[in-house]
Structures are given as C-alpha cells and as structure tokens.
C-alpha cells in the first residue's frame, strides 16, 4: 500500500496497529526537509564510498530481509534497536546460488534453513 510518510509514520508508531508495516527504498529527494539534514560531502566516508543515493528504510522489529548482496556501496545508521548481519565475501557470490534476471542480487537460499543437499556450495 502507497501512503505519505505522515500517514506511514502515524501508522507505524500506533500501538493497536493490526501489522507490520515497513518502509522500503525511499529516496530523500521525495523528502527534502529530512535530506537537508543529511549532508554526505560533510561526512569522513566520502572520500572511500561512491553514494549516489540516499534511501530511508523503517523496519518493526522482527523483519527479516532475505539474502541478497546490494547493487551499490551502502552505509546504515541504525537509530533505535538492533539487526544482525550475516557478510559474504564478494569472491564468494557463486556460493549464494544467486537468482538471474532483474532478481539476480538474490539468493535462491534460504540463509535460516539452507538446503545443503540443493545448494552444497552454501556454507557458512
């Protein structure tokens, strides 16, 4: 479901929502008061990271991402909980069993559960 971030946010933050909701792959420009607050030429990182987009992601607790390795450099700021993450070497993407096609930056795996019997190359 589409709806703006007002919406999204009051949604979001209601104690008797009925789902989890989660805000995926939004580009600042859409929000030029929150981008202002981000300014990446001012930050030490610049000088070792190609960042040609700035997305807002907000995810509830629980939310598990399947694997996948991202397109392009990435930097997180986690402002409130905690996630964990599982890191591949970028050599080693064969073992993924990457999917092909527009979906090719995800894994046919299922990292939780693998099926080392379909997918013997995937250990970790």
Known sequence: KQMKVAE?????TATNRTMDYYLAEEGLEKM?????????????????????RKQLWIGAGGQV????????????CQIQGRRTF??????QVDKLYPKSGSERHFSQVDAANPDLAKFPKFKY
């Open 86 to 91: 599982v890191l591949f070497d970028p050599l």
């Open 32 to 52: 030029p008061a929150l981008e202002d607050d981000l300014n990446i030429d001012d930050m030490d990182f610049a000088n070792f990271a190609v960042l040609d």
């Open 8 to 12: 999204f946010l009051d949604t979001f």
């Open 65 to 76: 991402s399947p694997l996948h390795h991202d397109q392009w450099d990435n930097i997180l």
